[in-house]
């Protein structure tokens, strides 16, 4: 089976979690995909980078769910959530790159 970056996974979720939030018009329904998809990259980010790696960044990942709803107030929703998954997974890429080359 094919790997997924958690990378990857990471920003779909945050991405993902928000359009199914808004085409199904039940946000719980968008949460369940953003803590799947944000649990199964902490998994990743664990198994790469280590526990405390993973934990800085599962803390990045709520956080950038949190601050994608004042900045949507700013800039628009789509380009709030596009801006915070590619912060993210930057971040993810960045430590977990990090942590494969040492």
Do not use: C, D
Not at 1 to 11: D, E, F, H, L
Not at 49 to 75: D, E
């Amino acid at each position: 089976m094919a790997k997924i970056p958690a990378t990857a996974v990471a920003a779909s979720g945050l991405i993902g979690g928000y359009g199914v939030a808004r085409w199904t018009k039940k946000r719980p329904l968008g949460g369940v995909a953003l803590a799947a998809a944000g649990s199964l990259a902490a998994y990743e980010w664990n198994r790469q980078a280590g526990p405390r790696a993973a934990a800085g960044l599962t803390v990045a990942y709520v956080a950038a769910f949190a601050g994608s709803h004042p900045l949507a107030k700013k800039v628009g929703a789509w380009p709030a959530v596009f801006a915070v998954a590619g912060g993210v997974a930057a971040a993810s890429w960045a430590v977990t790159q990090r942590g494969a080359n040492t």
